[in-house]
């Protein structure tokens, strides 16, 4: 078990709404960015003098901007039906981390300074100055929020702590309070194309490596390019697919899928990353900034279609946002929506019967299936509404034997975040994420000791890297956590794969 | 008693005021304020009759909040449901001649009125009782439960107990529209009453009771889910596009 500075809850066979405990988080704040790390982001480098006039006016801005934010912050009738339903606060038992009490820190302020009643009787209403205990407050609960939207599914206005939060985190940055992660990955971005700054010779030392591992597996020569002008398909995919256990067997996968279905396609060094930090930090520019490099690389590679790989939020800007920030999309082939998720792409494969399976590749494995949040609640994949939770157990299906969904109020569109989406996926903020994934692993170990589940597949870069690090400190193994299509690579049977010695190998290889 | 007849009538004509132009300012805001991305709560509609299903769902049966706590639910709906039958009810006072389904109404009106009480007490219970709904009240949420708590209670005692001229209450009210201010009969029981809801009026627009049009403009529930068929941008977005 990893070893932690904090108490890790002990899992329960439900997960219990705990008594409010003030203040049990007030101590968790993640690094501030340093003037490095703002300035490429066209935000002051520190605390501005005049931060409170500043903010407010930042905040008024907002409100012009933003219907969601000035809706939300009128409508809330206190009612409670959030309270119970935040992974962190039912990991931390923070009344903070309630979703309604993590939007009244915006609300009080605005109660005070843009409503009639909290200008006249401020303690009548909860309305409070922007003092600088506020401004810290807001910087440690702000950032305890994942934007995974669970609160929204069960308000009865909708109002969705996400873009309060998104709002937040731009106020304050508009005032030099940023986050050190988010804000030096979208500096990495801008400067070497992806989150992870991995250059692009280093991409293509890679991916030849994947070539050649896939060779010697399957001995079939399938095809990870990068930079290839005139490719069908432009994938866009996070960069912790390049290199990162279990990402990497997902791009593996993608690879055979692409391959069986007989098109061409092609990375991009350009756009060597699909996540977009931008939509964390509440920034419309940067957000657009970090989106336009995908239609530049579109357009330079002269591609027909854009697919894009397993990440949660990264699928949130691509299916909801993307046709805003960087469309029209009129170049591209109109038989195919822009952009898809590979997973459609596979479903619609298998559904043409066009790939072959060997299921019991798979058969050392019990499967359970994660919703990433922003798949679930922010997207959707296919025609239908609800395609986004159907598809990928599809897939599942279709290259497992075993597989077995957790409770219900845990999956789909009530799923849990895995507690280290929305920024926060930075060992500053270990406690919380450990905290915060406890709803989730309550769900997963009540499959594993019922169904003997004994992995879980996500198709989210972040969810992936959160849970290979949370999950020892609950006593289970790290690689519990799959990539989905590490299950179609383990499954899929290539054309022209195992005509030879090979498969006598392989199986040399597992006796041993 | 031609000093509270004159009160009164200038307090409704005020409140009337307040509670439309606030409102009509509101709303307005709501409607000019743009809404830059497409971010519906999936799995959403994807088509306009879609989403008026679906809002539809959520005004009259509050979708969410069942899936949300079961019992804010049922106290929340109680009170809502009864409120909507109890103005239905009130119509007919402010209406010559009474239109047939009013009428029919009529006897539901008082079960409504009941509901209301008995709802917004359970409400207020749960403002104490579960520490987490305790510790996000602030005293306006205590105060609003108490006002229409008020309401409803004087409303129902003057339906049962101490019966007042609701003939005089009428002509009074339909004077008020042709500027003829006709005498209010003054029972302790109906000034309070009136003075409440002249209070509620005023308040409207300037409290959380803005969640009745605000549910209407929320982007999360009034999106049609189809981004990748329709570019959708807002204003001033484009403008960032032609920098």
């Known amino acids: 078990m990893a070893k932690a500075t904090f108490e890790v809850p002990a899992l329960t066979q439900y997960t219990e709404i705990p008594a409010v405990t003030p203040d049990a988080m007030a101590h968790s704040a993640p690094f501030v960015a340093k003037a490095d790390f703002q300035k490429p982001l066209g935000f002051p480098g520190g605390l501005v003098d005049d931060w409170q006039t500043t903010a407010i006016a930042k905040m008024r801005e907002l409100l012009g901007r933003y219907r969601s934010l000035q809706v939300y912050l009128d409508s809330c009738v206190k009612c409670g039906a959030c309270t119970d339903k935040c992974h962190y606060y039912l990991g931390t038992k923070d009344p903070k981390n309630m979703p309604v009490g993590r939007q009244d820190l915006m609300r009080k302020v ?31 609960y702000y950032h305890q929020c994942s934007q995974c939207r669970r609160c929204s599914v069960f308000c009865p206005y909708g109002i969705d702590t996400a873009e309060i939060s998104m709002a937040a985190r731009e106020i304050m940055d508009s005032i030099g309070v940023g986050q050190k992660y988010c804000n030096e990955i979208i500096g990495k971005v801008y400067k070497i194309g992806n989150n992870l700054g991995l250059p692009g010779p280093a991409l293509e030392d890679t991916l030849e490596g994947l070539e050649e591992d896939v060779y010697d597996e399957t001995g079939v020569k399938v095809r990870y390019p990068i930079d290839e002008e005139g490719a069908e398909i432009l994938l866009v995919t996070p960069s912790a697919d390049f290199f990162a256990e279990p990402h990497v067997d997902g791009l593996i ?117 994660h919703d990433s949040c922003n798949v679930a609640r922010a997207s959707r994949m296919g025609d239908t509404p609800g395609g986004q939770f ?87 193994e790290m690689d519990q956590i799959v990539s989905l299509h590490q299950l179609v690579s383990n499954a899929i049977v290539l054309t022209g794969q195992g005509d030879g010695d090979l498969e006598d190998e392989d199986e040399t290889d597992e006796a041993a | ?86 103005t239905l009810r009130h119509l007919r006072y402010f209406i010559e001649p009474v239109w047939f389904p009013i009428q029919l109404v009529q006897p539901f009106g008082i079960y409504g009125g009941m509901a209301m009480v008995v709802g917004l007490a359970g409400l207020w219970v749960r403002r104490f ?115």
Not at chain 1, 467 to 474: A, E, I, R, S, W
């Open chain 1, 110 to 140: 605005y109660r005070r300074y843009f409503t009639l009643a909290g200008r006249f009787f401020p303690k009548l209403v909860g309305a409070e100055d922007f003092t600088k205990e506020v401004l810290d407050d807001w910087y440690s």
């Open chain 1, 253 to 369: 996968g993608y690879g055979k899928v692409f391959h069986e279905a007989g098109v061409t396609w092609t990375l991009s060094s350009h756009a060597s990353e699909a996540a977009n930090f931008g939509m964390f930090i509440g920034s419309y520019a940067n957000m657009r900034r970090v989106a336009q490099r995908i239609r530049e690389a579109a357009i330079q590679l002269k591609v027909k279609r854009i697919v894009f790989g397993e990440c949660g939020h990264a699928w949130r800007v691509a299916y909801s946002f993307l046709n805003t920030l960087a469309g029209p999309w009129d170049f591209l082939d109109p038989r195919y929506p822009v952009p898809q998720h590979i997973c459609e792409f596979t479903f619609d494969l298998i559904q043409q019967g066009r790939l072959t399976f060997d299921k019991s590749e798979n058969d050392d494995k019990v499967l359970t299936y």
């Open chain 1, 390 to 476: 159907e598809i990928p157990r599809a897939i599942i299906r279709a290259t497992c034997n075993h597989f077995y969904d957790m409770d219900e109020d845990t999956i789909r569109d009530r799923t849990f975040c895995c507690g280290g989406g929305g920024g926060l996926l930075t060992d500053d903020l270990m406690e919380l994420r450990v905290k915060g994934a406890k709803p989730r692993l309550d769900a997963l170990n009540n499959v594993m000791q019922e169904k003997g589940v004994t992995h879980m597949a996500a198709i989210c870069a972040i969810c992936k890297s959160q849970f290979t690090k949370v999950l020892p400190y609950y006593g289970m």
């Open chain 2, 1 to 86: 008693m031609a000093f509270l007849t004159g009160f009164y009538a200038l307090l409704f004509y005020f409140a009337a005021v307040v509670l439309v132009t606030g409102l009509v300012f509101k709303i307005q805001q709501y409607a000019r304020t743009p809404a830059p991305l497409k971010i519906p709560t999936t799995p959403a509609p994807t088509t306009r009759g879609g989403v008026i299903f679906r809002m539809m769902r959520e005004v009259v049966l509050f979708e969410s909040l069942f899936r949300g706590n079961k019992w804010t639910w049922i106290f929340g709906w109680m009170f809502h449901f009864g409120l909507f039958l109890v």
């Open chain 2, 129 to 243: 009782f579960v520490d987490r709904v305790r510790y996000i009240s602030a005293p306006s949420d205590h105060l609003i439960l108490a006002l229409l708590i008020l309401i409803g209670c004087s409303g129902l005692m003057m339906k049962f107990v101490f019966h007042t001229d609701v003939v005089a209450i009428k002509t009074f009210f339909l004077g008020l529209y042709a500027f003829d201010v006709k005498p209010l009969p003054s029972d302790p029981l109906l000034l309070l009453h009136l003075l409440l809801v002249a209070v509620l009026m005023i308040v409207f627009p300037y409290s959380k009771l803005l969640h009745a049009p605000g549910l209407f403009f929320s982007p999360s529930r009034n999106q049609a889910d189809n981004p990748r068929e329709r570019r959708h941008i807002a204003p001033w977005a484009r403008q960032l596009e032609q920098e």
